[in-house]
């Protein structure tokens, strides 16, 4: 499996070395031995700092970080390195389960640095704290950097946003514990981190085919952006669910029927924006061939009627109704000709009583569906790229605070959200339960297809 770098982003995995070992071990002594001894003498001043970032050749945006908190450290505190340095460490030099290569941190540099603090020393102090920032800034940034996987953004402002080092350090700084923003990698998704920390606790007991998949999966949810928004809706396609989203807490969960594999559900981001109550259901063309035409032939032009289908002129707004009869059924049946159908609002809708629109190019949305036995098995891929949810007026009520009513009975009545919400459909065939990873089926064969991808860049690149 071959994983990115931050210059030509491919390269093999890095692994500890001996002595990478034996200087983490060592340093596990460099950090705050006793309240008492940390508070010996202050923390670096302001000129040693200075000195430091010059002696660094710090660039530009870390030097702006330090002078907009005055020069104080984040690093260190009285004699010492905070124990968050080790922590920093152990992440840059796992830093290929990231998909990034070690070695562009030069976490060798960085454990000596750290080794040499241990004398108390205010140079070497100041120095590691400089390689330590630059080290997060980097890496931070690299990790935070979308990879190349298939994901539409409707609404652009939903993209992840690039990351400068400035950036890093200030949410490092003003986290309300380094420690955590470190662990969960409070400049990531939440979701990423949670992945991560999982991977790396587990990482003993896994095959690398499970390595490489877990790497894949990361790589997607770094699709996602660090700042979801207070409330959104989470769709997994590869687990058939769907999570509401409340300050970054799942408070609610359902089933959904997803695309089936050869209208297969796509990994998308936009603004839920409005509700359709009421909704027609306009029929692919693919499945008025499949599906209708066949029927048609078979059982004359009542099966119409009695699915409630319509058939129009063209797919404008202003197109006006045709009479059936005059239509080459076995044309359409064969695919010869293409016609527009759409299913007027009912018990039998296949869109049920309401859809969830976030408009996109794609014509894929949230929608009711009428047929709920669906969603009692265990394979659930039966749309034709939609999302089915389990329980749309649940859906409903939490998106709205209230129940959802249509102004009148009347087909297509559109009821606007007060504010968007955005929604993320993704596809995560590995993710974390509880101290587990939980490794799912890749229903739509898109592992395989990355992975293959993967292996034709290493060979390129040798």
């Known amino acids: 499996m071959s994983i990115k770098t931050r210059t030509g982003r491919v390269c093999r995995p890095v692994h500890l070395s001996i002595r990478s070992a034996f200087l983490a071990t060592a340093i596990a002594f460099t950090v705050l031995p006793t309240a008492?001894?940390?508070?010996?003498?202050?923390?670096?001043?302001?000129?040693?700092?200075?000195v430091a970032l010059q002696d660094e050749g710090g660039k530009k945006d870390v030097r702006a970080f330090y002078k907009a908190r005055d020069y104080r450290p984040l690093w260190v505190s009285g004699t010492v390195l905070r124990p968050e340095a080790n922590r920093l460490l152990q992440?840059?030099?796992?830093?290929?389960?990231?998909?990034?290569?070690?070695r562009d941190y030069d976490p060798k540099d960085l454990a000596q640095a750290m080794i040499e603090a241990r004398s108390g020393s205010a140079e070497k102090l100041a120095e590691a704290e400089m390689k330590l920032s630059r080290a997060l800034a980097d890496y931070a940034r690299d990790v935070?950097?979308?990879?190349?996987?298939?994901?539409l953004y409707v609404d652009k402002e939903l993209a992840p946003k690039p990351l400068d080092r400035k950036a890093v350090l200030d949410a490092a700084a003003a986290a309300p514990s380094l420690k955590a923003f470190l662990d969960s990698y409070g400049w990531m998704n939440p979701a990423y981190g949670k992945l991560r920390t999982a991977f790396q606790a587990n990482i003993a007991t896994l095959a690398?085919?499970?390595?490489?998949?877990?790497?894949?999966?990361?790589e997607r949810l770094r699709a996602l952006p660090a700042n979801p928004g207070?409330?959104?809706?989470?769709?997994?396609?590869?687990?058939?669910?769907?999570?509401l989203y409340d300050n970054d807490r799942p408070i609610d969960s359902m089933k959904v029927i997803v695309g089936k594999e050869a209208q297969q559900t796509p990994m998308m981001a936009g603004f839920i924006r409005y509700a359709m109550v009421n909704p027609y259901w306009n029929v692919p063309p693919d499945l008025?061939?499949?599906?209708?035409?066949?029927?048609?032939?078979?059982?004359?032009?009542?099966?119409?009627?009695?699915k409630g289908y319509q058939i129009l002129s063209d797919w404008s707004d202003t197109a006006v109704p045709l009479d059936p009869a005059l239509l080459d059924w076995r044309a359409i049946a064969a695919g010869r000709q293409q016609v527009r159908v759409r299913q007027l609002p009912g018990p039998a809708n296949a869109m049920g009583r309401m859809k969830f629109m976030f408009?996109?190019?794609?014509?894929?949305?949230?929608?009711?569906?009428?047929?709920?036995?669906?969603?009692?098995?265990?394979?659930?891929?039966?749309?034709?790229?939609?999302?089915?949810?389990?329980d749309a007026p649940r859906l409903a009520r939490w998106l709205f605070g209230k129940p959802v009513r249509a102004p009148s009975t009347a087909p297509e009545q559109q009821v606007n959200l007060p504010s968007p919400v955005p929604v993320y459909i993704t596809y995560l065939t590995a993710a974390p339960e509880g101290n587990r990873i939980a490794f799912r089926e890749d229903i739509y064969h898109r592992?395989?297809?990355?992975f293959a991808a993967a292996s034709g860049r290493s060979s390129a690149g040798r």
């Open 36 to 50: 008492a001894h940390a508070e010996s003498r202050p923390a670096l001043s302001e000129a040693e700092v200075r």
């Open 91 to 102: 992440l840059i030099e796992s830093a290929d389960l990231d998909g990034l290569n070690p």
């Open 144 to 151: 935070a950097r979308p990879g190349k996987v298939d994901m």
């Open 208 to 218: 690398e085919q499970q390595r490489q998949t877990l790497r894949l999966n990361l």
């Open 230 to 243: 207070k409330r959104y809706v989470l769709v997994d396609a590869a687990a058939a669910r769907l999570w």
């Open 288 to 306: 008025v061939a499949e599906r209708i035409a066949p029927n048609v032939l078979d059982q004359g032009l009542s099966y119409l009627d009695e």
């Open 359 to 390: 408009p996109n190019p794609l014509g894929v949305y949230l929608h009711d569906t009428p047929d709920k036995s669906l969603f009692n098995g265990g394979d659930r891929r039966h749309s034709a790229g939609c999302v089915r949810v389990e």
């Open 447 to 450: 592992d395989g297809i990355s």
